[in-house]
């Protein structure tokens, strides 16, 4: 009897682990296939004032006082996909699809592929990354 009070907790054990992978497999699955609302997207604005702090050395204080519209005509944004050997995509923001090869910069930075904003400003791009907002590959090195 005791022989089979013992099989029935290792099997009930054993049924329930698997039930609670299975589940958790379930949710993870689900989650990953929900577009991410949570993680916030940068605007091409701010992907500017990153380049001010960045790449311009302009502090927090000065740029806390930048407005929008201070912004307006001081660059020129579009969103793209830079893959990891450097090759420019012009990308959708929303879904992410990619259309034509617009030109070529360093591999990026942190390896793989970004998808962010390529910013024109004093005849420079910066590449932006939109979830990030880390800089992509260096101004000097990009073409």
């Known amino acids: 009897m005791k022989l089979d009070v013992a099989r029935n907790k290792v099997i009930f054990i054993v049924l329930l682990s698997i039930g609670f992978t299975l589940a958790m497999y379930?949710?993870?699955?689900?989650?990953?296939s929900q577009p991410n609302s949570t993680s916030?997207?940068?605007?091409?604005?701010?992907?500017?004032l990153i380049i001010l702090h960045d790449v311009y050395n302009q502090s927090l204080d000065q740029l806390s006082k930048?407005?929008?519209?201070?912004?307006?005509?001081?660059?020129?944004?579009?969103?793209?996909?830079?893959?990891?050997?450097?090759?420019?995509?012009?990308?959708?923001q929303v879904t992410h699809d990619i259309g034509k090869v617009l030109g070529n910069t360093v591999e990026p930075l942190t390896g793989g592929i970004h998808y962010g904003w390529e910013i024109?400003?004093?005849?420079?791009?910066?590449?932006?990354?939109s979830t990030s907002g880390q800089m992509i590959s260096y101004p000097e090195t990009s073409n």
């Open 40 to 48: 916030p997207k940068l605007i091409p604005e701010e992907a500017y």
């Open 66 to 92: 930048i407005t929008f519209a201070d912004l307006e005509g001081k660059f020129t944004s579009q969103y793209v996909m830079v893959n990891a050997n450097g090759t420019i995509y012009q990308a959708n």
């Open 120 to 129: 024109t400003a004093n005849n420079t791009k910066y590449y932006i990354d």
């Open 26 to 32: 379930w949710v993870l699955s689900y989650s990953l």
